[in-house]
Every structure is written in C-alpha cells, then in structure tokens.
C-alpha cells in the first residue's frame, strides 16, 4: 500500500485545482498512491487508491467534472450577487469580506476523482446533480401572492417588507435596513438583505426569490 494522505471533499471541484480562474497542473498519479476519500452524505471515509482498472474510466470523470464546473459557477454568481446587495448597505464590508473569503475556498478545494472507483461513481454522480438541482431553484424566482395580512399584528421572529410597488412579503427574518433597487435582466428587483437569507422581488409581478 502506498503513503496515505488524509484529503476531506467539501466542495465538488474536479480532480485538478482550480484558482483564480485558472487550472493547475497536477503531476501523473503514482500506481499504488492512496488518500481518504469522505463519502457524500454518510458515507464516512474510505481510503481510494490509485491503480491500473481500479479508478473511474475518463468518460466519467468528464460527466462528473461538467456538473462539479457548472456547480461551481453558480456558487460564485451566487456569492457575487449577495456581495452586490449586501455593498448597499452601511457598515456591511465584513460581511463582504467573508463572502471574499468564501469565494476563494470555492475556488481551490480540491476534489479528487481519479482515485474514485467504478462502484464510486453513480453515489457521487446523484451527489452532484442534487446540489445542482439545489443550486439551480435558489436562482429562480417563483410566483408568490402579495402579503395580505396585517403588518402590526404579524406573527413574532417575522417582518413585512414593502416594495414600492405595493407588493408585501412576509419574512422569518430580521432585515438589514429597508430594500434595495437592481437591475437584473433588464428588470427592476427590489432587493432586501436579511440575516438569514437575501429576498428578491421582480417589482410590478408576484415573482419572488430566497438566497440563502
């Protein structure tokens, strides 16, 4: 058995590093090279060694590499777009550093799926569609019908905002202060910055979204 290394997967990142926006060479794997390998979900750790017939065939480390890359990106539209609002706000620029700080360990954590075995891949495959499913909803925007209670009597832990086109939505939240205008497709978005999540409205329709 050769040297085992410890390596943890936190984020689905190919087995290249991917910093900046730029892809480092990896020099070629030893025969016999092992790491532990932390299973999706319960999986635990298991150690993953590298050897001739052993290892994912290419056709599937490319299928799992373009949805790791396309989870990737949506990470980062995500994070820039908190940056966006939470820029808004005063006395926010921690709060934007941490996001930097976030962003950048998005970018470099490394997967490594060449040690993967063949019995591995359809566990880690189901694994990243499912973030990607996730990933993908938190960008949409969904039809949700204006508040239509009482704002001064709502229920505790929660806060009306009100945009400028009359549209109230009701929140289990605390909000930095008030809602912000942006553009995003050409679309006026009232957007409001909270603890717990960020609130999008698309003004003068139902349309809602949460990023958390």
Same mark, same amino acid.
């Given at each position: 058995? +050769? %040297? /085992?290394?410890?390596?943890?997967?936190?984020?689905?990142?190919?087995?290249?590093? @991917?910093?900046?926006?730029?892809?480092?060479?990896?020099?070629?794997?030893?025969?016999?090279?092992?790491?532990?390998?932390?299973?999706?979900?319960?999986?635990?750790?298991?150690?993953?060694?590298?050897?001739?017939?052993?290892?994912?065939?290419?056709?599937?480390?490319?299928?799992?590499?373009?949805?790791?890359?396309?989870?990737?990106?949506?990470?980062?539209?995500?994070?820039?777009?908190?940056?966006?609002?939470?820029?808004?706000?005063?006395?926010?620029?921690?709060? =934007?550093?941490?996001?930097?700080?976030?962003?950048?360990?998005?970018?470099?954590?490394?997967?490594?799926?060449?040690?993967?075995?063949?019995?591995?891949?359809?566990?880690?495959?189901?694994?990243?569609?499912?973030?990607?499913?996730?990933?993908?909803? %938190?960008?949409?925007?969904?039809?949700?019908?204006?508040?239509? +209670?009482?704002?001064?009597?709502?229920?505790?832990? /929660?806060?009306? =905002?009100?945009?400028?086109?009359?549209?109230?939505?009701?929140?289990?939240?605390? =909000?930095?202060?008030?809602?912000?205008?942006?553009?995003?497709?050409?679309?006026? @978005?009232?957007?409001?910055?909270?603890?717990?999540?960020?609130?999008?409205? @698309?003004?003068? /329709?139902?349309?809602?979204?949460?990023?958390?």
């Amino acid at each position: 058995m +050769g %040297n /085992t290394k410890v390596v943890a997967i936190i984020a689905p990142i190919a087995g290249i590093l @991917i910093a900046l926006g730029m892809i480092i060479y990896m020099p070629p794997l030893a025969e016999g090279e092992c790491i532990m390998i932390t299973m999706p979900g319960d999986g635990g750790s298991v150690e993953r060694c590298i050897g001739e017939g052993k290892n994912l065939d290419s056709d599937q480390i490319k299928k799992l590499n373009e949805i790791i890359e396309h989870n990737i990106q949506l990470k980062l539209d995500q994070i820039e777009q908190k940056q966006e609002l939470l820029s808004l706000y005063e006395n926010q620029q921690d709060q =934007i550093d941490e996001l930097e700080k976030e962003s950048q360990k998005v970018k470099q954590d490394p997967v490594k799926l060449e040690y993967l075995q063949p019995s591995d891949y359809d566990v880690f495959l189901r694994s990243f569609e499912s973030e990607k499913m996730m990933l993908e909803k %938190n960008q949409e925007y969904y039809e949700q019908e204006s508040y239509s +209670g009482d704002c001064k009597s709502r229920p505790a832990g /929660t806060v009306c =905002i009100k945009f400028s086109d009359g549209y109230l939505w009701l929140v289990e939240d605390s =909000i930095l202060g008030g809602w912000k205008v942006l553009e995003e497709n050409g679309q006026q @978005i009232g957007a409001a910055a909270g603890y717990k999540a960020s609130y999008y409205h @698309i003004l003068n /329709t139902n349309l809602v979204k949460i990023m958390k």
